[in-house]
């Protein structure tokens, strides 16, 4: 298996699903961050309280591209703690999901950023990450 840059891959704006007791799976955009997942949650999802029930989480970010071959995995696991929402780390994990025009998001994003206070941060120090390379080269078919 070749080794890949795993900053560079988890800095994709990429879906990451996150396991929790429960069991719960769930897809989730992330903030890769000082060596961390960094999830935005609120008292809309049942991830606040799972954690304070079994704060050990495990998540997994990947991708499959079955016309180039690139496939990539990281697979973490440590403890969840949450923390206070800060509006510039919001900021930043939006804006690699919807774009850096603020004016074109969907206006519950935007709410997140300067209206719920609710908000809230998930951060995952993985205790410990595991990045596999499974990439092929992709037979490519003659249609002439």
């Known amino acids: 298996m070749s080794p890949f840059d795993v900053d560079a891959f988890l800095a994709g704006p990429l879906t990451a699903r996150v396991a929790a007791a429960g069991p719960s799976v769930r ?9 961390a997942f960094w999830i935005l949650t609120g008292p809309w999802s049942r991830l606040p309280a799972l954690v304070a029930a079994d704060p050990v989480l495990a998540l997994v970010v990947d ?11 990281v697979i973490a696991r440590g ?8 509006v510039p ?19 519950r994003f935007r709410d997140y950023l300067y209206e719920d ?10 205790s410990s990450l595991r990045a596999v390379d499974l990439s092929y080269q992709a037979q490519r078919s003659d249609t002439s």
């Open 117 to 126: 206070a609710r908000c809230r941060w998930l951060r995952v120090r993985p």
């Open 89 to 107: 780390r919001g900021r930043r994990k939006l804006s690699r999901y919807l774009g850096d025009d603020e004016s074109r998001w969907d206006q």
């Open 79 to 86: 403890e969840a703690e949450l923390l206070p929402f800060d």
């Open 63 to 73: 991708v499959c591209e079955l016309d180039t071959g690139l496939v990539r995995q």
């Open 27 to 35: 897809p989730t955009w992330y903030l890769w961050e000082d060596g």
